[in-house]
């Protein structure tokens, strides 16, 4: 059975930061495509980095580019989000996604259709 949990969600500050957990089991975490995506109210959902097995190749959406870094703990079969410079349009409740790797493809899936399984979410709420 796949199960991705998201944990490190919460409350803070402008300019605070939060790191985001996403525990996985079930899978071949070491060979899948992981990403991280988010949906603030009234929004829809977007993706906000991705990172490929192997090398580890990333993607950031430009939003959060040089603010979050992305990464993965294979041995654990745990992904990161590290999130800096936090600002109040970043509150979102934030997923961590698995997609199947494309073999010799060099960056994950952006697209949300292409990611298969999902965790339940965890909330991170900036303010000014």
């Known amino acids: 059975q796949v199960q991705l949990v998201e944990s490190g969600g919460g409350s803070v500050q402008a300019g605070g930061s939060l790191r985001l957990s996403c525990t996985t089991s079930?899978?071949?975490?070491?060979?899948?495509?992981m990403g991280w995506f988010r949906q603030a109210p009234g929004k829809e959902r977007e993706t906000v980095a991705t990172?490929?097995?192997?090398?580890?190749?990333?993607y950031y959406a430009d939003s959060v580019k040089g603010r979050f870094t992305i990464s993965r703990d294979n041995a654990k079969k745990t992904l990161y989000l590290q999130m800096n410079s936090l600002k109040p349009e970043d509150t979102a409740m934030y997923y961590c996604?698995?997609?199947?790797?494309?073999?010799?493809?060099?960056?994950?899936?952006?697209?949300?259709?292409?990611?298969?399984?999902w965790g339940q979410g965890t909330q991170v709420t900036v303010s000014s």
């Open positions: 996604a698995r997609a199947e790797y494309v073999s010799g493809s060099v960056y994950c899936a952006r697209s949300l259709d292409q990611y298969n399984f």
């Open positions: 990172i490929s097995p192997g090398l580890g190749f990333t």
């Open positions: 079930g899978y071949t975490f070491s060979r899948s495509c």
